[in-house]
């Protein structure tokens, strides 16, 4: 083989030693979190960046899970909170639940406020976005909040979103009801917290049906949904514990593969399921939020 062909595969090979120690890093099982941070909502943005919002006050942090390294993406204001977050990945946006009357939507490259939508009494808690609209749970109105998206992916106007009301087996009780929400094939999913049981909704007329867990006990204390295929990830918050199903036929029926836990775990609310991996944000209710309280994302076994 002559010098000309040697000289391009040894910096080849020079190259792809240097790159191979980067890649095979392996994950880290936690990934730390701004102190006094009090995190509820976690979504998957590209590649390994998750966004997480604060309850303290709304602010949304940007987290690679791969390096830890992390940036305030939209800061915080007095009085305000951000619950559930779902990205837009069409637009580059992310979509937030503000608890009382409001959902926020954020530029998720520079982190500015492009709008806010307001609505009526409740608690707004997770949001999931399809190519239609976003649809935002009301934990204590039966009712979905609805943006419709517009078809070229323009931002809505505030004046087109509107309130679809909840009929059918998806009756609110006392307490938390309707939490964690996702999409598949045309029908959203959601969680009831209060009495533990998962709903199919029709997003165009709001009726639900209730989704045989095959005997499954109830998943009280339900609250974010994942969706990664056909296998719906349920985090229920105070028993520190992750349900895997597998959904059946038009979301008739869920089975129950497996319980996911951690020792390091603590309160999970939500999950994301980014660079082929399952993280769970930890809330740590009831535990008092000072400026020194820590917090943190982990890493779960599938």
């Not at 390994?48 to 602010?59: C, E, K, M, Q």
């Not at 808690?125 to 009301?138: G, H």
């Not at 009801?177 to 165009?204: C, E, H, K, M, Y």
Request: hydrophobic fraction near 45%.
């Amino acid at each position: 083989m002559s010098r000309r062909m040697l000289a391009p595969l040894a910096a080849l090979a020079a190259l792809l030693i240097a790159v191979a120690p980067v890649s095979a890093a392996p994950f880290p099982a936690r990934v730390d979190l701004p102190d006094g941070w009090a995190p509820e909502g976690i979504t998957a943005g590209r590649g390994s960046t998750a966004y997480v919002g604060s309850l303290a006050d709304g602010a949304i942090e940007r987290v690679n899970v791969r390096t830890g390294d992390r940036s305030l993406l939209a800061p915080g204001a007095a009085g305000r909170i951000t619950v559930g977050l779902d990205y837009e990945r069409r637009a580059n946006r992310l979509w937030a639940a503000g608890g009382s009357g409001e959902v926020r939507a954020y530029d998720a490259g520079t982190g500015a406020l492009l709008e806010t939508y307001t609505f009526g009494p409740g608690f707004l808690n997770d949001v999931v976005v399809t190519q239609e609209a976003v649809f935002v749970t009301n934990s204590n109105v039966a009712e979905l909040e609805v943006i419709p998206l517009p078809a070229d992916g323009s931002l809505p106007d505030p004046s087109a979103a509107f309130a679809l009301p909840l009929t059918g087996d998806l009756v609110y009780t006392a307490g938390f009801n309707a939490n964690g929400i996702v999409a598949r094939a045309g029908w959203l999913v959601v969680v009831q917290s209060s009495t533990g049981g998962l709903f199919r909704v029709d997003p165009a007329t709001g009726a639900t049906t209730a989704i045989d867990l095959g005997g499954f006990e109830p998943v009280t204390a339900g609250d974010g949904l994942e969706l990664r295929g056909s296998t719906l990830y349920v985090v229920r918050n105070q028993l520190n514990r992750v349900e895997a199903f597998r959904l059946g036929a038009r979301l008739a029926s869920a089975h129950h593969l497996r319980t996911i836990t951690s020792p390091d775990l603590a309160i999970p609310t939500t999950v994301a399921f980014l660079a082929g991996r399952l993280w769970a944000v930890n809330a740590r209710f009831g535990t008092p939020v000072t400026p020194t309280t820590d917090y943190w994302i982990t890493l779960l076994s599938r």
